[in-house]
């Protein structure tokens, strides 16, 4: 596929308009020459060992949730691992783009995805989701659940009532995207202190999964979209990609 059509695929799935207005979303870095895109790169975050994956595996392009840049690069340096990763990539003409949020909020996104993993009716609130269980359960009966769900070995979970039927969730770092919304628990990735206070005292639970990992179930699902809709592209899920933190 041409670069410009293969944008126009991938904005078809997360619509640009869907992002938050703090993100930093879309093609982060053109290629200088054209060139068609015949494999491309999955990963979550990309740092230096994904990029030298990507690299390795001739990769065209690469698609990476989480943007490269998010505080402002200034300068190019390769002192810099961002900077360094960038210039790594313009050096081997592999172009980058981040759908970040947009994806979270799109249909069938993440949040889509996170909330279907559990046995209710969801509807949107914003970029978040809203899930009725069928069946009233205890936080941590819930929290059981989730961790099944998303294959993890341990959570973080603040009870604020006896039973849970509503579920406000969103990935990542989801507070502002569930600020406000009335529920019996939140799910996110992580959350401040004194936000998961706050929520407690108003009577909503908590339960906090990490960051990355609300987010990595959602990978395999893009990359079936991605070959459904990309006659003669290749697509990797990057090897190298691993939550930065882990629960020990």
Not at 46 to 52: F, Y
Not at 186 to 211: F, R, S
Request: glycine share 8%.
């Amino acid at each position: 596929m041409k670069l410009k059509a293969f944008i126009q695929t991938l904005e078809t799935i997360a619509p640009p308009e869907l992002a938050e207005e703090w993100d930093n979303t879309g093609l982060l870095i053109e290629p200088f020459k054209e060139r068609d895109i015949l494999t491309v790169l999955l990963t979550i975050d990309l740092t230096e060992a994904v990029a030298d994956e990507a690299i390795r595996q001739k990769a065209d392009f690469i698609v990476a949730y989480h943007p490269l840049f998010f505080g402002g690069i200034h300068c190019l340096e390769k002192s810099n691992p961002q900077a360094r990763t960038a210039m790594r990539l313009i050096e081997a003409g592999i172009g980058l783009y981040s759908p970040h949020t947009a994806l979270d909020a799109a249909p069938g996104g993440v949040n889509d995805w996170l909330a279907g993993l559990f046995d209710g009716e969801a509807s949107v609130e914003g970029s978040a989701r809203v899930v009725k269980l069928n069946k009233a359960v205890s936080i941590p009966a819930f929290g059981k659940t989730v961790k099944e769900k998303l294959r993890l070995k341990s959570i973080q979970l603040a009870p604020a009532g006896k039973t849970v039927r509503t579920i406000a969730l969103c990935a990542g770092a989801g507070i502002e995207a569930l600020r406000g919304i009335k529920a019996d628990c939140y799910l996110t990735g992580e959350m401040k202190h004194h936000d998961v206070l706050a929520a407690v005292q108003n009577g909503t639970g908590i339960i906090l999964c990490g960051h990355t990992q609300t987010e990595r179930g959602y990978l395999p699902i893009l990359e079936n979209t991605l070959r459904d809709v990309c006659a003669g592209v290749a697509f990797i899920t990057a090897r190298n990609d691993t939550p930065p933190l882990r629960m020990v």
